[in-house]
């Protein structure tokens, strides 16, 4: 489970470069938007039942990755009382050939259930793979959704990551 949380950990910043300031603000500039407070428990919790719904938008058959969501600092915020989570999973379909309507679904589906889809096309790996970046204001989320048709097995690979949410007063933020 270590290699597997610290393998995430490396690919993180890399997802995060690309889910940060993706219109999931609530102002013009590039801030990552407040999500409220929670502990990160919690918050971790409502971020594997937006992983949850995600995955049943798919609507092809298949396995997803089990992994957990994890607790990440907020930029410019105090470690202590202030949070992000991310949840990165993958999407095994029983065939090669519903990957493509996988992606294709969430494409269509995720607009009917408040997600606005910032980025989709190309990204710029020697693979090309189609890439999907949309953002939840009201669920003060972003996931990120790679199509890895050349992999072997192919797959979807999703990372969802949160505003910046502070605990409640008197409390700390705990890391896993």
């Known amino acids: 489970m270590k290699t597997r949380t610290h393998a995430s950990m490396l690919a993180l910043p890399l997802v995060l470069t ?5 219109g999931m ?14 502990t990160s428990t919690a918050a971790a919790d409502a971020m594997e039942k937006t992983s949850s719904g995600i995955y049943d938008l798919i609507g092809v058959k298949g396995r997803a990755s089990d992994s957990q969501p994890g607790v990440m600092e907020c930029a410019d915020k105090d470690a202590k009382t202030h949070f ?5 999973w993958s999407f095994y ?24 889809i ?25 996931v990120d ?23 409640p007063d008197g409390q700390k933020v705990k890391h896993f």
Request: glycine fraction near 6%.
């Open 18 to 22: 690309t889910l940060t300031g993706c």
């Open 84 to 88: 992000r989570i991310f949840h990165p």
């Open 118 to 142: 910032v980025k989709y096309g190309p990204d710029t790996s020697r693979n090309k793979n189609l890439k999907l970046v949309a953002d939840n204001d009201e669920k003060k989320a972003s």
């Open 93 to 116: 379909p029983a065939s090669a050939s519903d990957l493509d309507r996988a992606m294709e679904r969430l494409k269509s589906e995720l607009p009917k259930h408040g997600w606005k």
């Open 25 to 38: 603000t609530d102002k013009k500039n590039d801030d990552v938007p407040s999500a409220g407070t929670s």
């Open 145 to 167: 959704i790679v199509k890895m048709a050349k992999n072997d097995p192919p797959k979807l690979s999703l990372t969802l990551v949160s505003g910046c949410y502070r605990v």
